[in-house]
């Protein structure tokens, strides 16, 4: 018990997976007896998502929001990659400098632009999606390949490495842990967006047009429901980036206190 009240302390798993687990229950006993009039209750909520399982669809909507993001990450993830590799190049880094700039324009003046390009609503989501996470992708990789310090690109030197195979093994070899952290990070950014892009094109569903839905005629209740379903799988997909990061780079949480 006192590790979890000592800075910098490092609880057993065991303690700490009890701790979440009654802090947790806690807020659900707090909702479920003293409800905030503001918030619909613990049982509507629960009334509401069960309804949305059954007859609304949530789970196909679900899936298919899912499937729009994961297409437009990849994408989004080796664009921002080739365009973050590309400053070792003192020709490409204006690129990667306007591309991380970008993610100050909003999407609301973009769809036209992205409409008149392509054919398809469901293209015009991947774009505006692929737009909006490249940019912060090629912010937070470009963050990483500046903390590459001269010392480690020394050691490559001397190991008799030219410049183009001290950058591969220093930069992008080196840093793949991180860079799959970057991605992590900026996943969420995505599932901000999709509800938008949903609702501007309505034929393919998707869980943004049925949280607009729901909004549209105040039923509190189903947005609260499903905002909670959109949290916990966010959540879920960063668990899923952080069991990806131990198994294939075991070494990146060796320098962590």
């Known amino acids: 018990m006192k590790t979890l009240f000592s800075p910098n302390a490092q609880p057993r798993r065991l303690v700490f997976t009890t701790m979440v687990v ?18 619909p209750s613990l049982g509507e909520v629960v009334r509401s998502l069960g309804d949305l399982i059954t007859t609304q669809g949530l789970i196909q909507e679900l899936w298919a929001s899912m499937t729009t993001a994961l297409q437009a990450l990849a994408v989004a993830t080796v664009l921002a990659l080739g365009i973050s590799y590309l400053t070792a190049l003192p020709f490409f880094r204006p690129i990667a400098y ?20 392509v054919s398809s609503g469901h293209q015009v989501k991947l774009s505006v999606l692929i737009f909006g996470a490249t940019v912060y992708l090629v912010t937070g990789m ?42 992590r990070q900026n996943f969420a950014i995505i599932w901000t967006m999709i509800t938008l892009v949903e609702t501007l094109y309505q034929s393919e569903g998707g869980i ?21 379903v959109i949290l916990a799988t966010g959540a879920a997909q960063d668990y899923v980036f952080v069991l990806l990061r131990r198994v294939f780079f075991p070494y990146s949480s060796l320098g962590t206190a």
Do not use: C
């Not at 009654?22 to 918030?39: H, I, S």
């Not at 306007?98 to 390009?117: I, V």
């Not at 183009?164 to 952290?181: I, N």
């Not at 047009?209 to 039923?219: A, F, I, V």
């Open 142 to 183: 470009t963050s990483v390949i500046l903390t590459t310090t001269q010392e480690e690109m020394d050691h490559a030197r001397t190991l008799g490495m030219g410049e183009w195979r001290s950058f591969y093994e220093v930069v992008v070899l080196g840093k793949l842990d991180e860079m799959l952290e970057v991605v």
């Open 208 to 228: 943004g047009l049925l949280l607009y839905k729901q909004n549209r005629y105040l039923h509190l209740d189903g947005v609260l429901a499903i905002q909670l």
């Open 22 to 39: 009654a802090q947790v229950a806690l807020l659900l006993l707090l909702w479920l007896f003293y409800p905030m009039q503001l918030f």
């Open 98 to 117: 306007a591309a991380s700039k970008m993610r100050y324009l909003t999407l609301t003046g973009l769809t036209f632009f992205m409409a008149l390009m």
